[in-house]
């Protein structure tokens, strides 16, 4: 079993910055990637970023390309997401999801984190 823990959302305004982190444990081992997803008031949930775990490549939804940067700690088991010029678009609930070797998608996530902006 694996469980996640977000941590670092809030209100923010609109240009401000934010920190999200995500710890990983229990059964971490053969982790192939972790990533950030969204999810806003009526909406289905949204892929942000990921990273790769053993390589480090990332990838970003087109929205948020020059304004977050995901990055991982292997030796914490956390994942990050920087987020810089938020927008009041960005506004979601953002949880991390973690995708084992050799399973088709993402299999496991957290309770995730609130991200307002606004003025």
């Known amino acids: 079993q694996v469980q996640l823990v977000e941590s670092g959302g809030g209100l923010v305004q609109p240009g401000g910055s934010l920190r999200l982190s995500c710890a990983a444990s229990?059964?971490?081992?053969?982790?192939?990637?972790m990533g950030w997803f969204r999810q806003a008031p009526g909406q289905g949930r949204e892929f942000v970023a990921t990273?790769?775990?053993?390589?480090?490549?990332?990838y970003y939804t087109d929205s948020v390309k020059g304004r977050f940067t995901v990055s991982r700690d292997r030796t914490k088991n956390a994942v990050y997401l920087q987020m810089n010029s938020l927008k009041p678009e960005d506004t979601a609930v953002y949880s991390c999801?973690?995708?084992?070797?050799?399973?088709?998608?993402?299999?496991?996530w957290g309770q995730g984190t609130q991200v307002t902006v606004s003025s």
């Open positions: 999801g973690l995708w084992f070797e050799g399973e088709p998608d993402f299999d496991y």
């Open positions: 229990g059964r971490t081992v053969a982790t192939y990637a």
């Open positions: 990273i790769n775990w053993n390589d480090g490549k990332t």
